[in-house]
């Protein structure tokens, strides 16, 4: 049996990312952040759910 820990992201509510493969959607700001469900706000994307598990986003600032 193998344990599992439980996915933590870096990125919180409020923080300002960047998707590192779009850089036309603009700055983001993360909405929720739920296990490897982030969820964004992006300026020329609106809201998008990113899985923090395949993407590393950017953190700005």
Known sequence: MV?????RSLVEPGQWVRHPDRPEWGDGQVQSAVGPRITV???HQGKVLINAA????DILG
């Open 3 to 7: 344990d599992s820990v439980p996915f």
């Open 41 to 43: 706000n992006f300026e």
């Open 54 to 57: 395949l993407v590393d986003l």
